[in-house]
């Protein structure tokens, strides 16, 4: 099963943009969701995460007080509001799915723990 991330596109720097995440198609609900960024010569990194209800998530250092994660349970869609955008977080933004084994669990930060990815979106912040 394949995701789709969309809405990346080019901002200057201390501007905002959304982007958005279709699918799984099947039992969303049983998901935890992430987004995930690699920039050019650089690992994949976390970059934040939401339980299957939407109740709790969380972020990495560098993007918290800036971006949100959100999900849309009926719609099957997850999005990340990014403000304050930085040079820094130039990046192909990829979204995950992790399937839920503990209704108490949090989104892993760990990349190998993905069950469905999608191919990304790019999102450039130029200076």
């Known amino acids: 099963v394949q995701l789709q991330a969309s809405g990346g596109g080019l901002v200057q720097a201390g501007g905002s943009l959304r982007v958005s995440c279709a699918g799984p198609?099947?039992?969303?609900?049983?998901?935890?969701m992430g987004w995930f960024r690699q920039a050019p010569g650089k690992e994949r990194d976390f970059v934040a995460g939401i339980n299957w209800s939407g109740t709790r998530t969380s972020y990495a250092d560098s993007v918290k007080g800036r971006f949100t994660v959100s999900r849309d349970n009926a719609k099957k869609l997850m999005y990340l509001q990014m403000n304050s955008l930085k040079p820094d977080d130039t990046a192909v933004y990829y979204c995950?799915?992790?399937?839920?084994?503990?209704?108490?669990?949090?989104?892993?930060?760990?990349?190998?723990?993905?069950?469905?990815w999608g191919q990304g979106t790019l999102v450039t912040v130029s200076s």
């Open positions: 198609p099947h039992s969303y609900n049983n998901y935890n």
């Open positions: 995950a799915a992790q399937f839920v084994s503990d209704w108490g669990s949090v989104v892993s930060r760990a990349w190998s723990d993905n069950n469905h």
